[in-house]
């Protein structure tokens, strides 16, 4: 290895403070930004980093895991016995099928493509049921590999430009629907190659609403890397934004919603970098918008919607570190029922990390008990639910750790 490359972080002997900085630095982010997400001052942060103060208890460990987003807590702290995926849910079983009918490009294929009607039907019943089944994961990897296989027939027997546009259409709610599932699983590339096929297709079937669903993943996929492609993430949605907005002056709730859904995402990202006033403007126009909508109208892959504006509250007030106002928005968004399992276990997560940092422990573990009984698979691939879990197994207080573990269990993140 050159002598000036960077440092292997699994290399011991390693202290805590130079996998921090190591990490960090591999990040792109500098002491200031990593100090400020994790509530400390720059110089407590060097001098950790420097091996001059001793490496801080768990909860300031699992601080820093989420800000650098280390996938293994055993990379950052050096003791094997810690390994815990934090940001990577278990692979699920269905993966590797899902994985196949992704990668495989088969050129001809012999029979008939299916009927462009049942292939809506079809799609139109997996995105039902994956807002309706706990166990949606496994629902919708059941259900794939073949929307994925039809998808891509469709398109090679289409006979003319329309059909062909229509049949990619298909193709690119196949693929976003796939980057549902795929996400947080242990295979990036996947998801990127989902993400980046699904924008394809999605360009080809030249539909506003498509193009604005596969814009809305692809721009989490770059947000989710982390800090250094938060500008990406905000191209991706920023062009989608420009697109959609001639349009809706008579746009369908479709269009309406997913240019929403755009327009929230702008705020979320603003809220990850912590500014304020953006990341709240964004939001205001987002509920705007969704106040444009049927009261009863839910669009079916983002979720958005009048009833999903206050769980929106929720996220940017926790993404800006807002404990006290975060809790505010929760009150609030628990007057409005969520339809979707998974988008309401979401929400009940981000009002436990609300409550994590307002110093309500009892009550975040409360409410990941509900987001558990919602849709286990939802807790169980969320690095954030699995941070505070594992964190409070630790507590001194007694009841709090039983109630933690036996949560951990549940979720699968620790043995029985």
Known sequence: MPSDATPDPFADPLKFGQRVQIHRERRGMTRAQLADLIGLSPHTLKKIENGQQQAPGLEMVMRIAEALRVRDLADLTGHPEMHVDLFVGPGHPRLAAVKAAIDSFPLAAPGEPPRV????????????????????????????????????????????????????????QAYSLSQFFV???????????????????????????????????????????GPRHFD???????????????????????????????????????????ETGTAWRHWDQARRMARRLDPDYYHPVTSFSRAIMGAH?????????????????AAQADEVTIPSRPRRARHRIEE????????????????????HRSAPETIAYNGYARRIILEETESKQAARRRRASELAVEVGILAA
């Open 183 to 225: 996400a947080y699983q242990p295979d990036a590339a996947l998801l990127w190659r989902v993400a980046e096929r699904g924008m394809i297709a999605a360009q080809e079937s030249e539909d506003p609403h498509t193009i604005g669903v596969a814009a809305w993943l692809l721009a989490q996929a770059h947000r989710d890397t």
């Open 232 to 274: 990406a993430a905000d191209a991706v949605n920023l062009e989608a934004v420009r697109y959609l907005k001639p349009l809706l002056p008579d746009a369908d709730d479709n269009v309406l919603a997913i240019a929403g859904a755009l327009e929230f995402e702008l705020g979320y990202t603003a809220a990850r970098r912590r």
């Open 352 to 371: 436990a990390r609300g409550y994590q940092l307002d110093g309500q422990p009892d009550v975040a573990i409360a409410t990941l008990e509900k987001a």
């Open 117 to 172: 009607a049942h292939m809506e039907a079809r799609l139109h019943a997996a995105w039902s049921a994956r807002h309706q089944a706990p166990n949606h994961r496994e629902v919708i990897g059941r259900l794939l590999p073949d929307l994925i296989r039809d998808g891509q027939a469709l398109v090679r027997h289409a006979d003319s430009s329309a059909q062909r546009r229509q049949a990619q259409a298909l193709l690119a």
């Open 313 to 329: 509250a929720v996220t940017i007030a926790v993404e800006l570190r807002q404990g006290g106002e975060s809790v505010r928005q």
